[in-house]
């Protein structure tokens, strides 16, 4: 993900987390289940706020909601002198 304007910006990478949100969480109320929604998004309002989803329970699967044990998630921040570029981006790892 990046934030940036013509002059600079940051491009925030995390290759253990890769799910995240915009605004507010919003996955979580989704009704019908999370494939045929009737509360899917459209549009989502600019924001300041980033939410990292680190673990995700949300899936129906056959394994439990929660897991003891240690668990290391790594975030990369990078900025960057200069408008966004998508080749440069998908580079910070």
């Known amino acids: 993900m990046d934030v940036s ?3 600079y ?4 990478s995390s290759p253990d ?4 949100e915009i605004g507010r969480i919003t996955t979580g109320g989704l009704l019908g289940g ?14 300041s706020k980033i939410y990292s989803w680190v673990m995700n329970n949300l899936w129906h699967t056959n394994f ?8 290391t998630f790594h975030y990369v921040f990078a900025a960057h002198a200069s408008s966004y ?5 998908n580079q910070t790892v």
């Open 64 to 71: 439990p909601a929660d897991q003891g044990g240690l668990a």
């Open 34 to 47: 999370l494939r045929l929604s009737p509360l899917w998004l459209k549009y989502t309002p600019q924001s």
């Open 9 to 12: 910006g940051i491009t925030w």
């Open 5 to 7: 304007n013509a002059s």
């Open 85 to 89: 570029d998508s080749f440069k981006a």
């Open 17 to 20: 987390a890769p799910l995240f």
